[in-house]
Structures are given as structure tokens and as C-alpha cells.
């Protein structure tokens, strides 16, 4: 089966240009989770969906972050204008449902560098 | 608020010794769910285990196992006779119930590395 895949696997753009990290979930998963992973921070939730209404955004950044999920199998995460801040690696993960036993399944990441 | 706090930040050990990593968690939740993913050195994140607050039985799979004390909110995990593979950085994390949903807190992580 195929897992969560996420694109481009890396990136690396200029500052104050417009950045689209994509995530495809695994199939009839329900709930969908962007992260970002940093050494200074660790492993950050930055928004959640489920059944492609976002829940919970409080770990977006700032506005220049924002996530989109049209159709249950595609979800965007764009930043715009990127910033050298930016630079990380941003992980997509689903789960069957929206509860707090179900594992998440993560994708390969996005590994981002603004210059 | 929850918490998950991994103090030990890297373990080296010789290939074949044992390695037990600690997580210690904080929470409110009544009911909540632990688990620990594992990051090797290609950066993805592999789930390994799922633990419920209410089943404090420890669980050995393979050469991994894992001790759940709800007394001492620690959830720790062994690698037993480790190989040069099972070097990544290891993840502990929590997850609660109510509004919650699935929200994952991350701890720091561990990393291991396995000298041959």
C-alpha cells in the first residue's frame, strides 16, 4: 500500500519567494497533520484537518503560513513570503480517524532551505 | 498542558549491548495514548508502538520492548542485543483525548548510535 507522499523531497528558493509543500494521505485516511521539524524546536504540529476541515491551527507560525486540504486526497502548505526562519523540514502525516488512539503515518518530508 | 520530556539527548553503545531509552509525560487526560516513532539517519518517521493509558501490561516485540509505569508517568523503551541498524533518533510521544483528538505532543527525542 502506498504510504503518505509528499512533494518536492527538497527545496531550496531564494527568500520572499512563494513556497508549496504538497501531501498526498494514504487512502481513507480521514485526519491529516503538517509538522515542522527544526533542532532549535524540535518536532512542531502546525495544523490539523479532518475530513478535510482544518481543526486546529494554533502552531501556524504566522500568517504568511497557510494550509489548504480541497479534496481528501491532497493537501498544500504554503508560505509566502518564505523567510531564511523557514528553513526546515516539513513532515505530513494521516490517521484513519480523528481520534487519539489512531497512529499517524508520516511521509518522507519536504526538507526546505530559504537563502 | 501536555508534556513529554526525553532527557537522555544521544546514547552511544557497541553493538550487541542494550539501550534503554526514558520518557517521562505529563498530563491531565484520563485517558490518553503513548507512543514511540524512530528516526533513522534517511529522515522519515516509522511508528513503532502504541500504548493505552489503561494497560499497564509491557510488551516485547523482537528485540524492542517496552515498560509502561503509569505511577511514574514513564513509558521507556529497550532495544536488547542492538545492531548497527537500530542507530536513529528515537521519538517518544502523547497523545489525549477530548477535543484533543489525535494531536501528537513530541518529546525531544533520543538519538542512538550503535558502534559496530
Known amino acids: 500500500d502506498a504510504g503518505v507522499i509528499q512533494s518536492p523531497r527538497h527545496e531550496v528558493t531564494e527568500m520572499g519567494q512563494e513556497v508549496t509543500l504538497r501531501c498526498k494521505p494514504i487512502?481513507?485516511?480521514?485526519?491529516l497533520f503538517w509538522y515542522r521539524q527544526t533542532m532549535m524546536r524540535g518536532l512542531e504540529l502546525l495544523i490539523y484537518f479532518n475530513n478535510n476541515v482544518p481543526i486546529d491551527d494554533s502552531g501556524m507560525p504566522e500568517d504568511r503560513f497557510s494550509a489548504k486540504m480541497p479534496n481528501a486526497s491532497f493537501s498544500t502548505l504554503k508560505i509566502q513570503p518564505s523567510e531564511p526562519r523557514d528553513s526546515a523540514v516539513y513532515f505530513c502525516?494521516?490517521?484513519?480517524?480523528?481520534?487519539?488512539?489512531?497512529?499517524?503515518?508520516f511521509g518522507d518530508g519536504t526538507r526546505l532551505s530559504i537563502l | 498542558a501536555q508534556k513529554v520530556t526525553q532527557a537522555q539527548t544521544e546514547i552511544s553503545v557497541v553493538e550487541k549491548e542494550d539501550v534503554t531509552l526514558d520518557c517521562v509525560y505529563e498530563?491531565?487526560?484520563?485517558?490518553?495514548?503513548l507512543f514511540w516513532y524512530k528516526q533513522p539517519p534517511s529522515g522519515e518517521l516509522v511508528f513503532l508502538i502504541r500504548r493505552n493509558s489503561f494497560d499497564e501490561q509491557n510488551e516485547i516485540s523482537g528485540r524492542y520492548s517496552w515498560n509502561f509505569q503509569k505511577s511514574t508517568s514513564s513509558f521507556n523503551f529497550t532495544i536488547t542485543a542492538s545492531q548497527v541498524v537500530d542507530s536513529a533518533v528515537y521519538f517518544c510521544a502523547l497523545s489525549g483525548g477530548g477535543a484533543a483528538g489525535n494531536k501528537l505532543t513530541f518529546g525531544g527525542g533520543t538519538r542512538v548510535l550503535v558502534k559496530p
Open positions: 487512502s481513507g485516511h480521514n485526519s
Open positions: 498530563t491531565r487526560d484520563t485517558t490518553y495514548y
Open positions: 502525516a494521516s490517521s484513519p480517524r480523528d481520534r487519539s488512539n489512531q497512529p499517524q503515518h
